[in-house]
């Protein structure tokens, strides 16, 4: 396990009853990644040359069933399957079809994932079978050049068959853009008016600085999203929402389309006072802050049985650990709260 920041509170947990950490905050969604290879290097996710995991640290699909599966027990009903890009993952298929049987329940209210859209077309129909009603597809450009100088390897053509394919399957499409200085300003009213044409929700998140590229490029790339509500609101009223799907995202309806876009501002505006997450690792670690260090080893409890630690007392353990906040700050020009690790090895 690894060192606490020291913010943790370590609050003992009831040996029943609803997972909730040390500020009382009721822990309902986990985001799990099942891979951390993808098929694009986006500048600001991932190095170009990046040594990926051995796969004999990663949890087994079975592994990723027997912790899904206990956390549902313990009161998550959401559950989000990251990466990496996870339809990279030999199988993944398996391991919807398993998740299905608590939806099937009742147990879990949502299963959906994050992609980059580029295998959504070969899986959209399998996906819908399994009870996925909504998939996020990573998208930052529309523009084919810009698209992949920005994957560096990527084709936008697959990612939007794979996005057609998924609207004739059944399933809602939200677009995630991250937002880049130099590059979100011109994209801005091109993405808000395919997504009111093709019907998608669009959602647009503050770069934050994680990764091994340099602490000091993030600040170079960082858009506040008040730029761009500032320019969205010379264009267009916005109508601010009450609604909330469970995560971060702040929503506004455009009166004059009726598109409706979310924000998600670690930076600007931190919402780590209703954080209701955590993230479980490809290699079976628990982080309860996406912000901070802090990680449990649950792989260690599932491959050593005789430890004598129960699953389900670790998984409250870590639980426990969840910190108030994270420290992300480029407010000063220097940044803070930086993470090493890259969102492919956490899980976005």
Known sequence: MLNAPSDFRATAQP???PLMDGFCRSVR????????RCDFRC?????????????????????????CSAFIGLGVTKLRVTGGEPLVRRDIMGFFR???????????????????????????????ACGVRRVNVSLDTLDASRFAALTRRGQIAP?????????AAGLRVKINTVALRGLTETELFPL??????????????????????GAEARIGQFLPLSDLRTRLAARFTLQPLAETTGGPARYVRLEESGQKIGFITPLSHNFCESCNRVRLTCTGELYPCLGQEGASDLRHVLR????????????????????????????RGIPKGVMSRG???TGG
């Open 159 to 167: 990612v939007l068959e794979g996005i057609r394919a998924a609207q």
């Open 304 to 331: 050593a049985p005789e430890s004598g630690v129960p699953l389900e007392q670790a998984i409250r353990a870590a639980i426990a650990k969840k910190p108030r906040g994270h420290d992300f700050d480029y407010t």
């Open 29 to 36: 969604y986990l985001r799990v990644s099942v891979t951390d």
């Open 15 to 17: 040996v029943c009853g």
């Open 192 to 213: 808000v008016d395919w997504c009111t044409a093709e019907g998608h929700e669009l959602t647009f998140i503050e770069l934050m600085p994680m990764g091994e590229e």
């Open 343 to 345: 969102m492919n090895h």
């Open 43 to 67: 500048s600001y996710c991932m190095a170009e040359r990046v040594q990926f995991l051995p796969r004999k640290d990663l949890l087994t699909l079975e592994e990723l069933d027997r912790l």
């Open 98 to 128: 398993a998740m299905s049987r608590h939806l099937e329940t009742g147990a879990l209210r949502e299963l959906t994932l994050t992609t980059n859209g580029s295998q959504l077309a070969r899986h959209a129909a399998d996906l819908a």
